[in-house]
């Protein structure tokens, strides 16, 4: 019987190991099949068994196409079923993934973010009226805010006016115009995460307790 025990160093590799050895078992029987048909109707029962596994996943788009995937990946390219899908190839699996395009932006202004300048482009985009007023005034209290965060010192209405005629190509002017933009005070101060009110009323329930009887 010692004899007999097997360890998993010494088991074949799982290609898949979430799906277990049984699976894999499953996997390499039906590539030794050699009949067709049932070799067939063993990888169908494989699908439904791989199914059963992931009964989370089954109402995501392309599940079945998923799993006759990893079942030809599982039996490593080896498995000569007919799928309702087609066949994936070694090439594609381990094919070296492609250079990923990194953004490269170098804006004048770093503190304020690659987020406003994309902001005010949707912003030169709209119609004018009122929605586009509103959203150039969001975007300039943010892009002042943004400058407190960087600076932590105050600043006058007129540079974040300035920066935004420069940053929208002249398109957004607000230097000659009226608006008032937050004070500072208000766009850097931060909500207490407890009231004082809460702990308070906390206090006096204990002491109103004090006098009761307990049973």
């Given at each position: 019987?010692?004899?007999?025990?097997?360890?998993?160093?010494?088991?074949?590799?799982?290609?898949?190991?979430?799906?277990?050895?049984?699976?894999?078992?499953?996997?390499?029987?039906?590539?030794?099949?050699?009949d067709p048909e049932k070799r067939n109707k063993?990888?169908?029962?494989?699908?439904?068994?791989?199914?059963?596994?992931?009964?989370?996943?089954?109402?995501?788009?392309?599940?079945?196409?998923?799993?006759?995937?990893?079942?030809?990946?599982?039996?490593?390219?080896?498995?000569?079923?007919?799928?309702?899908?087609?066949?994936?190839?070694?090439?594609?699996?381990?094919?070296?993934?492609?250079?990923?395009?990194?953004?490269?932006?170098?804006p004048k202004y770093r503190f304020y973010g690659?987020?406003?300048?994309?902001?005010?482009?949707?912003?030169?985009?709209?119609?004018?009226?009122?929605?586009?007023?509103?959203?150039?005034?969001?975007?300039?209290?943010?892009?002042?805010?943004?400058?407190?965060?960087?600076?932590?010192?105050?600043?006058?209405?007129?540079?974040?006016?300035?920066?935004?005629?420069?940053?929208?190509?002249?398109?957004?002017?607000?230097k000659n115009s009226d608006e008032d933009l937050?004070?500072?005070?208000?766009?850097?101060?931060?909500?207490?995460?407890?009231?004082?009110?809460?702990?308070?009323?906390?206090?006096?329930?204990?002491?109103?307790?004090?006098?009761?009887?307990?049973?």
């Open positions: 019987m010692i004899e007999a025990i097997e360890y998993n160093t010494e088991r074949p590799h799982l290609i898949i190991p979430e799906y277990g050895r049984h699976i894999q078992k499953m996997v390499d029987q039906a590539v030794a099949e050699e063993q990888a169908k029962s494989i699908i439904a068994v791989m199914g059963n596994l992931n009964p989370h996943l089954r109402d995501v788009p392309d599940f079945q196409h998923k799993l006759w995937d990893q079942l030809f990946i599982i039996s490593d390219f080896k498995l000569d079923v007919d799928s309702p899908y087609e066949k994936p190839t070694p090439e594609e699996l381990y094919a070296p993934p492609g250079p990923l395009a990194y953004p490269q932006n170098h690659n987020n406003i300048k994309r902001m005010i482009d949707v912003a030169n985009s709209w119609e004018d009226g009122d929605k586009k007023d509103g959203l150039i005034l969001t975007i300039a209290n943010h892009m002042k805010k943004c400058f407190l965060n960087w600076n932590k010192d105050t600043v006058e209405d007129d540079v974040i006016f300035n920066h935004l005629f420069e940053l929208s190509g002249g398109k957004i002017n607000l937050r004070d500072a005070q208000k766009l850097m101060k931060t909500k207490k995460r407890f009231s004082s009110n809460n702990s308070g009323g906390k206090k006096n329930q204990k002491n109103n307790n004090r006098g009761r009887k307990r049973y």
